[in-house]
């Protein structure tokens, strides 16, 4: 499959129909240095229909990211699959609603990798945790069992360097 750049020339497009594929990698990933998202493989199937006023993307997102578990910090992979539907809109509103997408008049061309990237982020459930089925193993027990020996010995530290516990149980 040939994939298209994320730079899209919509100022020059004329009034139509446009179809995209997108190819969102580890490399896209790489680039972000805010992305959460370790990695990946998510296939954008993108329709663009350029009009008068209104123009409006439909877009098919397909594929896997890895993100950072929540209880082992090991990479866990999430599937990624959805729809979703974009207003393209030119003007000079301040407008930062979802599924809205405003252009300057004076952009004669937009990125795209932003909202894909924050359209895949928000697609990922809250909580990421290994789970057990299917081709998962489960959490890194290795690294469980060191985060538990760090929370133990975090609070036996506590035990011994706070006075004032030492001096409330002496109370008694
Ligand atoms: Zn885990």
Known sequence: MEFDKFVIGFEAL????????FLVDDAFFNDLEYAEIQGGEVIVGA???????????????EGKVAVPCD???ED?????????????????EDNEDEGLLILDE??????????????????????????EDGDDKGCDEA?????NQDYEKENNDEDN???RW??????K
């Open 14 to 21: 004329e009034l139509g129909e446009y179809n995209y594929n």
């Open 47 to 61: 329709v663009l229909r350029k009009s008068e006023r209104l123009s409006q993307m439909e877009l098919n997102f």
């Open 71 to 73: 209880r082992c910090s």
């Open 76 to 92: 866990v992979t999430l599937p990624v699959s959805f729809t979703e539907s974009l207003i393209v809109k030119v003007g000079t």
């Open 106 to 131: 004076n952009d004669i061309e937009f990125d795209i990798r932003h909202y894909l990237y924050e359209s895949i982020s928000l697609s990922l459930p809250t909580r990421r945790i290994h789970s």
């Open 143 to 147: 690294i469980l069992s060191m985060l």
């Open 161 to 163: 360097i706070d006075p």
């Open 166 to 171: 030492s001096a409330l149980k002496n109370l």
